[in-house]
């Protein structure tokens, strides 16, 4: 049931308010106690679990509404069809329909499968057969449905380094080429889209960094929970107080034009919005006629929209702007892009243990840094992380957070990645990093590019490796490597993050923004998903999950 909240939750989040759409009331279906409303109509939006299909039978047996028009978010199966027909003593059901929404559209290119004990994501389905199967079989769910929201069936392609990938993947083929072969039996050919099933261990540095892009800026320093973010606020004269603001590009114009904008660009931007209310404040102020009048009272809604659209924003970059002064996060931030963009160990290191030094640094954004070095130099580097874990325990860091460095690096170290994360695995991969640097960077704080680039980049060339990325299925069912897809849906298994995200949106062209960072014509078009969206902190925690889990194991 909470996956479906979710979903309404972003869905209805996206409007100013559900009467818009003739909902006049919004209820648990687990809700004890529901005065009798006969003269109502109930929409029941649900996933096809027994859990649910139990809770329908509840109310059927004594109906609290008139009608009842029951959605399944997913494939139901008959036995729970014939479970609610023999509840339904009063013909209080109506309708009972297949809505393919078994997942949060986010955005138009991003979307997510919640899951829970996603920390699970990160170890391999041998660890715990039990709680990983059940994270697979959610996930192929979830899956399922977005592809018959989609009406596809696409090829699959998974990253072979990781087993919980090529599980999903098997059992996604056998779902939608065997179970349900009938349901998902679309038009193949040329045009048949590529779904590419990745794990977030192939890149953990990008969840890792601060991020300067308003979208991911937001989520990074305030936390977005679903197309929302609550602040805690002290009010006058009150207690604490919790505001929540919806963060939608389909609810908010100013979001949509400036989610990928920089911070600095980002300020002013803000400051034009204020200038711009002002003015129509202003002009709406001088009222002197009944058509003066008439005019405001038909604008008013707008007006007012408009004017809760700049308070947000005024809001949440002042509050992004308070922990930026005091974490001192612009110093921070060029020394992770520095550990993740160059390959001065020394000058690197240098610059790690100043950080470690300067009181003005948390002890989190020291921790992350170290994390990043240790990524970054693990063969080399080794003399160096000694004294910084050192260092760290010598303020006060617990063993239990410094060992997640070490947790990190087994379990999303070098000899377990795919990818060239770093760009020195192959002579062209560094021939690109050299060009990038003689030319320069628009940003010093946004020059990192999430692994994502390349991997999409790869497979518009048809340069995606099959020895590292095979097919699931049969052979004789596999399109050559080297063709272009002209869609491709990517599943990252333990999580997204807002920066790829705006890599797929800028290299799609459907936002406003600067021009596209993925190389090449826009050929492909590109949809993200994963089972969460991740900052650095939820990152962390889920290291810190996966490490109190095998201590309690072992």
């Not at 937001?218 to 929540?244: D, M, P, W």
């Not at 000899?415 to 695995?425: I, N």
Request: aromatic letters at 8%.
């Amino acid at each position: 049931m909470v996956n479906t909240i979710r979903t309404a939750h972003v869905r209805f989040g996206r409007t100013t308010n559900v009467d818009d759409v003739q909902v006049f009331l919004v209820e648990r279906l687990d809700r004890d106690g529901t005065e009798p409303m006969l003269h109502m109509k109930a929409v029941c939006f649900v996933r096809p679990t027994g859990e649910n299909v139990a809770l329908l039978r509840r109310h059927l047996k004594s109906p609290c509404y008139g009608e009842f028009h029951i959605y399944f978010s997913n494939i139901v199966k008959d036995t729970y069809l014939q479970e609610l027909a023999e509840a339904d003593q009063q013909e209080a059901v109506s309708q009972v329909q297949e809505y393919f929404g078994d997942y949060v559209a986010l955005e138009p290119h991003h979307y997510c499968v919640p899951i829970e004990n996603e920390a699970i994501c990160l170890q391999p389905p041998s660890w715990s057969l039990m709680q990983s199967s059940r994270i697979i079989d959610r996930t192929v769910e979830g899956l399922a449905g977005l592809m018959l929201s989609l009406k596809c069936r696409p090829h699959i392609r998974f990253q072979k380094s990781s087993d919980l990938c090529r599980r999903i993947s098997n059992d996604l083929w056998r779902h939608m080429f065997e179970t349900e072969k009938e349901l998902f039996d679309y038009r193949k050919g040329e045009n048949t889209p590529v779904l590419l099933v990745i794990d977030r261990l192939d890149d953990p540095v990008t969840p890792l960094l601060t991020q300067w892009t308003y979208q991911a800026m937001i989520h990074e320093l305030l936390g977005i929970r679903f197309n929302r973010v609550s602040l805690k606020s002290e009010a006058k004269s009150t207690k604490q107080e919790e505001q929540e603001f919806v963060v939608s590009s389909e609810a908010d114009p100013f979001f949509k034009s400036n989610m990928y904008e920089n911070y600095g660009d980002l300020g002013n931007n803000v400051k034009e919005l204020v200038d711009e209310f002002a003015q129509d404040s202003n002009q709406h102020s001088s009222i002197s006629t009944v058509a003066d009048m008439q005019h405001f009272v038909e604008a008013y809604p707008e007006f007012r929209a408009k004017g809760g659209h700049v308070s947000k924003h005024v809001t949440l970059l002042t509050e992004m702007s308070k922990i930026v002064d005091k974490r001192i996060l612009l110093s921070v931030s060029q020394i992770e892009q520095e550990l993740a963009c160059s390959s001065g160990l020394s000058s690197a290191a240098d610059a790690v243990s100043e950080a470690i030094g300067n009181p003005s640094i948390s002890d989190s954004d020291k921790l992350r840094l170290v994390m990043l070095f240790a990524l970054r130099y693990e063969r080399d580097g080794t003399r160096y992380l000694s004294e910084f874990v050192q260092r760290l325990s010598d303020l006060g860091l617990p063993n239990r957070k410094l060992d997640l460095i070490y947790t990190l690096l087994r379990i999303g170290g070098e000899e377990k990645r795919t990818g060239d994360l770093f760009g020195t695995k192959s002579l062209r991969a560094r021939a690109v990093k050299i060009a990038r640097g003689l030319k320069g960077v628009e940003n010093v704080y946004t020059q990192h590019a999430p692994l994502l680039a390349n991997t999409m980049q790869q497979l518009m060339s048809g340069r995606l490796r099959d020895v590292d990325y095979p097919f699931a299925g049969p052979d004789s069912s596999h399109p050559a490597s080297s063709s272009i897809p002209p869609e491709v849906i990517i599943f990252v298994v333990g999580g997204t993050t807002y920066e790829e995200a705006r890599f797929v949106a800028l290299h799609n062209g459907g936002t406003t923004g600067t021009s596209s960072q993925v190389a090449g014509a826009a050929t492909t078009k590109f949809i993200l998903g994963g089972t969460s969206v991740l900052n650095s902190r939820s990152f962390i925690a889920q290291l810190a999950e996966l490490a109190d889990m095998e201590r309690s194991k072992f």
